[in-house]
């Protein structure tokens, strides 16, 4: 835990760094609508991710379910706007915003233990089969949700825009 914490602190530190668009002064990209979630065991996880790209999802609007929202929110100060909880019908929400393409980009952090309950299954397959059928990109784990945080820094994820 304490490599992982350090090297987010080092990637937080590096996303402070002005960037090409910054020193010019031209924008690359609008800003992105980015919905949060997080299962129970993923929370952690989502709270160090948002701490080490603050300065990235600072230029976007972002939503999320309850408590993922109440968490990332206290830790980083990003401004969230919070959904119901996931088991109440946040997800749905964001099924929803998906759905009228109000959502540029999900992360996802899904639990990584089997679960014999079928309802939450239904409702996972539905958030991402419309991830799928909008072509909104989704991470379902740090790994991935990286690889989108820098391609939207980069101006990768502009193709969005047209979807709006």
């Known amino acids: 835990m304490i490599a992982f914490s350090l090297v987010f602190a080092l990637k937080l530190t590096l996303s402070a760094i002005p960037s090409d668009t910054q020193e010019t002064g031209k924008e690359r990209f609008s800003f992105m609508d980015i919905a949060l979630i997080a299962d129970d065991t993923k929370k952690e996880l989502m709270t160090q991710f948002c701490i080490a790209y603050c300065g990235i999802l600072s230029k976007h609007n972002i939503c999320a379910t309850s408590t993922t929202g109440k968490y990332v929110q206290e830790a980083t100060g990003l401004e969230i706007e919070k959904l119901l909880p996931g088991y109440n019908g946040g997800e749905q929400q964001i099924t929803s915003r998906i759905s009228y393409n109000e ?62």
Not at 109 to 121: D, H, M
Not at 130 to 156: F, K, Q, S, Y
Request: charged share 25%.
């Open 103 to 164: 959502i540029d980009v999900l992360l996802y952090f899904r639990s990584t233990t089997p679960n014999a309950n079928r309802e939450l299954e239904e409702a996972d397959y539905n958030l991402l089969r419309m991830c799928d059928v909008h072509n909104v990109p989704v991470a379902t784990n740090i790994a991935t949700a990286e690889v989108l945080i820098c391609a939207l820094d980069r101006g990768d994820l502009d193709w969005r825009e047209m979807y709006r």
